[in-house]
């Protein structure tokens, strides 16, 4: 995201720009909560098809679409001051965009750690799932007041509803079609993990604002301070979480990215039920009875690998898990001492082989698999 939002345009006239299409739904939002005249139409059926420019564009034509025309020294006055309401307003909206939105989230540890933005990967998914299955936050269609009469929105209300519900609405469709349900790459996962964090922020914000204006029926809305659902806070408890994961007893040296032949054969392990012995009672269990192994599509070792590791992390920590995990790894050594065993017998007997065939004369080529078998017994 860029740090500045606003600039001049060739009038002089302070306007909006950006080239990130995710910073338009923001100044949108702040503008459509702050300033009182701001009414722009936003239907994602036609706002998905233009470039942030154009975006732009259309809410700038909206700020000024109810300035006093130029033409006399009384009006011009009235421009003026209209002008100056509007300059006031973008400059607290560049504050407000600096302080809650340019590089608040840091993203730093999961770009130098594949392991990390697969394990968020999954668990924001998986939270994710759980916020689509509800409905999002609407506006009732009239209040009643503590002794139960209704009471009608006042037109600035009935305004902010038509114009914050297709906020609500663009934002929502925004994610659903550009999100990313299941990325291959860690360049995929970052982009995904970032659009989840914009639509999480989006919801939980449209949630306080919502219960604020009901709670505040009769004030003007656009006096209030804007309530903002504070994304850093919630990633740093992730990263918390992850530093934790890390730092517990590391007992996973033993597989190996290299090996494709081993990831594939974890993989399946980690999807079967498994006989394990607990306190004297035998039991069938999987390591990771939760897991959406459905999620995952394979391009590489890699991204196999990666997700292993994501199985095991997000597993309950418990005696069961850590007896699987011993499992899994003697079964794995049991398989590579019998295939290295299978193998040094094969060597040994073409070793035989050869020194039996030294001494039978070619002629005698058809009889070879004879003479050997009977040297050999």
């Known amino acids: 995201m860029e740090k500045t939002i606003i600039a001049r345009d060739h009038e002089g006239k ?50 000024y679409s109810k300035a006093p025309k130029e033409t006399n020294e009384k009006k011009n006055s009235k421009y003026s001051a209209f002008k100056k309401v509007i300059e006031d307003k973008l400059n607290e909206l560049q504050q407000y965009y600096e302080k809650y939105h340019f590089n608040k989230i840091d993203f730093s540890w999961l770009k130098s750690d594949k392991k990390a933005c697969m394990w968020l990967w999954y668990n924001l998914h998986t939270d994710m799932e759980l916020v689509k299955t509800k409905e999002l936050p609407k506006f009732k269609k009239w209040l009643i007041d503590k002794e139960g009469r209704r009471i009608d929105w006042l037109c600035c209300h009935k305004a902010y509803i038509a114009n914050y519900t297709r906020y609500i609405e663009a934002m929502r469709d925004y994610y659903v079609e550009n999100q990313i349900l299941a990325p291959t790459s860690h360049k995929e996962r970052l982009f995904s993990i970032q659009m989840m964090f914009n639509y999480l922020s989006h919801y939980k914000t449209a949630q306080i604002r919502i219960n604020r204006f009901e709670y505040g029926f009769y004030h003007d809305m656009t006096k209030y301070n804007i309530a903002y659902f504070y994304r850093n806070d919630l990633i740093e408890s992730y990263k918390k979480n992850w530093i934790r994961i890390c730092n517990s007893k590391n007992t996973l040296d033993w597989i190996n990215k290299s090996n494709e032949k081993q990831c594939r054969w974890i993989w399946d392990f980690l999807q079967k039920t498994h006989s394990i012995t607990i306190l004297g009672e035998k039991d069938y269990c999987r390591l990771n009875n939760y897991f959406l192994f459905g999620l995952f599509e394979f391009i590489n070792n890699e991204e196999r690998y990666l997700a292993i590791f994501t199985v095991i992390y997000t597993a309950q920590k418990n005696e069961i898990t850590d007896n699987l995990l011993k499992t899994m790894k003697k079964l794995w050594l049991q398989k590579e001492r019998r295939a290295s065993n299978k193998a040094k017998n094969r060597k040994t007997i073409k070793k035989q082989c050869d020194h039996i065939m030294k001494d039978v004369p070619p002629e005698n080529d058809d009889n070879n698999s004879n003479i050997i078998e009977s040297k050999l017994i």
């Open 14 to 63: 302070l306007i909006v720009q950006t080239k990130n299409f995710y910073t338009c739904f923001i100044i949108y939002d702040y503008l459509v909560n702050k300033v009182r005249h701001f009414y722009m139409p936003l239907y994602y059926e036609t706002v998905r098809y233009d470039l942030p420019i154009d975006f732009c564009r259309s809410i700038n034509k909206a700020l």
